[in-house]
């Protein structure tokens, strides 16, 4: 009974800090006009950026302190935000006037999906390598 309770705290907690980071890193992918608002949109990216930076940490608490689940959970966001910045990218809106101010950037989205990239990439190591494995169980 003790571990049943433990892996539903540690699943979770994965599925928690899993749906919250995806939730902003998509946030902060997605390119929206923001010609019209004022400081050009900074204030939602500042909000999404602080969420994604605080579920990032949370993501990298949970695996340091070797949660169940933690690196799969970090394997999942990172892949959700790389595929989310690729379709964004290929789906970057058209301006054909010139009069629209698009945010974020190309340039910034590629530097997204190098970041999540990177995280991805470290999350698969972990995984592969067996590192900070958690005390009671695979994953």
């Not at 909000?47 to 990298?60: E, I, R, S, V």
Request: glycine share 12%; with cysteine.
């Amino acid at each position: 009974m003790k571990h049943l309770i433990y892996y539903v705290f540690c699943g979770l907690t994965a599925l928690t800090l899993l749906g919250v980071q995806s939730f902003f890193g998509i946030l902060l992918i997605t390119p929206r006009e923001v010609g019209g608002t004022l400081f050009g949109g900074m204030f939602l990216v500042l909000m999404c950026l602080g969420g994604w930076l605080l579920t990032t940490a949370g993501l990298a608490a949970t695996i340091l302190a070797r949660f169940a689940g933690a690196r799969v959970a970090l394997l999942c966001a990172s892949a959700i935000q790389v595929i989310a910045g690729i379709w964004s990218l290929l789906n970057y809106p058209d301006d054909a006037d010139g009069n629209l101010i698009f945010s974020p950037a190309p340039n910034e989205i590629y530097w997204m999906i190098a970041v999540a990239g990177l995280l991805l990439f470290t999350s698969v190591y972990l995984i592969a390598q067996g590192h900070l494995r958690p005390q009671n169980g695979r994953f």
